[in-house]
């Protein structure tokens, strides 16, 4: 699996412990360094089943500077994905990878979900 954070996210910080508690083996990744590319994204949106909207970090600085709020609804997906490629601080984190699911955000529920199904 692949588990894509920003380190100082604290909610990175409580995903990557509840991933160690679990003994789940993944591969980390870091968010702002190497930028989810629009062709990982797109594959990840498939397989989540998610809004593509999930995938934007609604709540980060970066998302209310650039006013994406008013602008995502008049975006192709293909543009949308072309703009999360562009900066890691735009994409929801963390972001759990696994062969036929991906996670975004850490809600513990959804994972101990997805941990049952898995293990």
Same mark, same amino acid.
């Given at each position: 699996m692949l588990f894509v954070e920003y380190p100082k996210? &604290? &909610?990175c910080?409580?995903?990557r412990k509840w991933l160690d508690q679990q003994g789940w083996e993944y591969t980390s990744r870091h968010i702002k360094e190497e930028n989810p590319t +629009?062709?990982?994204l797109r594959e990840w949106h498939q397989k989540s089943g998610l809004p593509l909207k999930r995938f934007f970090n609604t709540s980060g600085a970066l998302y209310r500077e650039m006013g994406l709020k008013d602008k995502l +609804?008049?975006?192709s997906e293909e543009e949308q994905y072309a703009l999360l490629a562009t900066d890691g601080m735009l994409v929801k984190r963390p972001i759990l990878a696994g062969e036929n699911f991906v996670l975004t955000g850490f809600k513990e529920k959804e994972w101990e979900e997805k941990w049952k199904l898995y293990q």
């Open positions: 996210c &604290t &909610t910080k409580k995903a +629009a062709e990982e +609804a008049d975006m």
